[in-house]
């Protein structure tokens, strides 16, 4: 991580966000390590979140990079700001089989209404595995 660390409200926040968000608890989205306008977050592998060629599905990467996203420009918002995905572009690089996965996730600008963020997707040895470019919206 290369940004500033967080307050002691913003880790709070961040906290907040973490418990509240079920449909990461449903993959098993885990966060790592967090500074402000920056996110690391990781997967197991199970075979639950693999498709019928035995690679983790394209759908489960996708959503650990927008959860790794959200959590980055979460660090930069007002109390009570929210945004939401406007795009999401995935290139899959390598296909994923097992270990943990890791999203990092960086904002690129932040706007006075729209963040660009930028995430790569590594596998367990380090090898770049997707990386992807989104728009967000402040709401």
Known sequence: MSGKPLTAAQTQRI???V????YAHLLGIEL??????FATLGLDIRKDLK??????????????IDTAMAFAIITLLAPREKV???DLT??????LTKGRITARARVVRSGRRLFVVSADVFS????LASTALSTYIKL
């Open 124 to 127: 367990d040895d380090g090898t």
């Open 19 to 22: 418990d509240k968000v079920p």
């Open 90 to 95: 995935v290139c899959y690089l390598r296909p």
């Open 51 to 64: 498709q019928n060629h035995g690679v983790v599905h394209g759908g489960a990467i996708a959503s650990l």
């Open 32 to 37: 790592d390590d967090i500074s402000e306008g």
């Open 84 to 86: 939401t995905t406007v």
């Open 15 to 17: 906290q907040k966000a």
